[in-house]
T-cell receptor, first 111, second 114 residues
Framework: RKEVEQDPGPFNVPEGATVAFNCTYSNSASQSFFWYRQDCRKEPKLLMSVYSSGNEDGRFTAQLNRASQYISLLIRDSKLSDSATYLCVVTRPGSARQLTFGSGTQLTVLP | EAGVTQSPTHLIKTRGQQATLRCSPISGHTSVYWYQQALGLGLQFLLWYDEGEERNRGNFPPRFSGRQFPNYSSELNVNALELEDSALYLC?????????????FGPGTRLTVL
């Protein structure tokens, strides 16, 4: 089983749609959680950290369920510029500095 | 504030040669991380340096090595290059003191081994 698993995608949605991505992680001792976005052939950019209480940043909402080892990202009112690959990332237990990346979910927002 | 910088942008080598990739972290960041992203694959952790010391390494052979300089910049060396080393090599930096260890990435060096 992979350490971090994501919806395989791709997701193709119209502008203005709401889209949700899910991610599960295998090790219950993981401590920190993030969503990054990566545009084609570019570096990953930190979208948001995910906190136990859930957090929101504009159109983006992240949720963490430690009991189910599940992380989600909700994007409301999708924009064309949201088209990217979204990476679910967790820190490896015992090595808080080492990030483990999911394989990513590709999102295309259509006009 | 300047972000993480990497050089060169592209590097072309032949099998058996050595490659050296460079990274400068965000000012004030002392931790530097190296990742490999091969075509169609996810990011794989390579190495973590902090305060000039190697703190952790991923599941890569010893021919992948590096160092961190007193100014916190870092170098990744790949010896005896193999075709499968062709990939995007990404460097990231973070503040050690920050609990959540948010890492910020540079634009990467695309290494092609012929």
């Amino acid at each position: 089983r992979k350490e971090v698993e994501q919806d395989p995608g791709p997701f193709n949605v119209p502008e203005g749609a709401t889209v949700a991505f899910n991610c599960t992680y295998s090790n219950s001792a993981s401590q920190s959680f993030f969503w990054y976005r990566q545009d084609c052939r570019k570096e990953p950019k930190l979208l948001m950290s995910v906190y136990s209480s859930g957090n929101e940043d504009g159109r983006f909402t992240a949720q963490l369920n430690r009991a189910s080892q599940y992380i989600s990202l909700l994007i409301r009112d999708s924009k064309l510029s949201d088209s990217a690959t979204y990476l679910c990332v967790v820190t490896r237990p015992g090595s808080a500095r080492q990030l483990t990346f999911g394989s990513g979910t590709q999102l295309t927002v259509l006009p | 504030e300047a972000g993480v910088t990497q050089s060169p942008t592209h590097l072309i080598k032949t099998r058996g040669q050595q490659a050296t990739l460079r990274c400068s972290p965000i000012s004030g960041h002392t931790s530097v991380y190296w990742y490999q992203q091969a075509l169609g694959l996810g990011l794989q952790f390579l190495l973590w340096y902090d305060e000039g010391e190697e703190r952790n390494r991923g599941n890569f052979p010893p021919r992948f090595s590096g160092r961190q300089f007193p100014n916190y910049s870092s170098e990744l060396n790949v010896n005896a290059l193999e075709l499968e080393d062709s990939a995007l090599y990404l460097c990231a930096s973070s503040l050690v003191a920050q609990y959540h260890n948010e890492q910020f990435f540079g634009p990467g060096t695309r290494l092609t081994v012929l």
